[in-house]
Nanobody, 124 residues
Framework: QVQLVESGGGLVQAGGSLRLSCAAS????????VGWFRQAPEKEREFVAR????????YYADSMKGRFTISRDNAKNTVYLQMNSLKPEDTAVYYC?????????????????WGQGTQVTVSS
């Protein structure tokens, strides 16, 4: 069982940066791959990025490549999402999710545990 808590969201101007954190409980956090997703109003939940259990492998949605960076610190049971060059279309609730399997998947339904989300608002 893993419990996830996101933080770091807020209001930022276009072109700005934010770093989201996903803090996990449980001693086996390093056994889980972690993904970040986002959901804007009236839109489906969208894959953002994913990091492997060791942190050695990452995968991004095409629209986030070069702007977002996912990383993790297993000693701190935390995964981060550094977001740069933010755009108004990045406005959404951002969620982290954990998955026990090491296979790279982007479908939200494949993830077993979810946080409550953190709001990111980018003003133009």
């Amino acid at each position: 069982q893993v419990q996830l808590v996101e933080s770091g969201g807020g209001l930022v101007q276009a072109g700005g940066s934010l770093r989201l954190s996903c803090a996990a409980s449980g001693r086996t956090f390093s056994s889980y791959a972690v993904g970040w997703f986002r959901q804007a109003p009236e839109k489906e939940r969208e894959f953002v990025a994913r990091i492997s259990r060791s942190g050695g492998s990452t995968y991004y949605a095409d629209s986030m490549k070069g702007r977002f960076t996912i990383s993790r610190d297993n000693a701190k049971n935390t995964v981060y999402l550094q977001m740069n060059s933010l755009k108004p279309e990045d406005t959404a609730v951002y969620y982290c999710a954990a998955r026990a399997s090491g296979i790279v998947v982007v479908a939200p339904t494949a993830y077993d545990y979810w946080g409550q989300g953190t709001q990111v608002t980018v003003s133009s």
